[in-house]
């Protein structure tokens, strides 16, 4: 049995989540979809707010992108999230844009998968 490394887990984890809404196909697209959404709307506003000079709406916003992600089981996007949370809340500000890139890159790779995956385009 091969043990699966960090980079070859998919960028969220749809076995798991449909699960965890009773195997309800069209509920797990309507869950993914708004999530979509949520994420590229954070996602943005987090790269806005990382020109900025304050570090606390980085870190609430990172904080709920975190969560929305965890509940999602988009695993990577909520580690990302996390650290973001982190270096904001020790005030790191100098890592805001390279992070929010980061979350940029793996909401890009989490929109290619779920493509693959059947789901529509949705940017």
Known sequence: MK??????????????????????????????????????????????????????????LAHRLKGTCSNAQAMPLAN?????????TVGILDQAQSLSATLETQRQELERYLVEQGYDSEF
């Open 80 to 88: 990302s999230a996390k650290h973001l949370q982190t270096a904001m």
């Open 3 to 60: 043990i699966m490394e960090p980079s070859d887990r998919p960028p969220i984890d749809l076995v798991t989540l449909g699960k965890m809404l009773g195997d309800d196909t069209d509920l797990v697209k309507m869950i993914v979809g708004k999530f979509r959404t949520e994420v590229h709307s954070d996602v943005t506003a987090l790269q806005s707010l990382a020109t900025q000079n304050d570090p606390e709406p980085i870190r609430a």
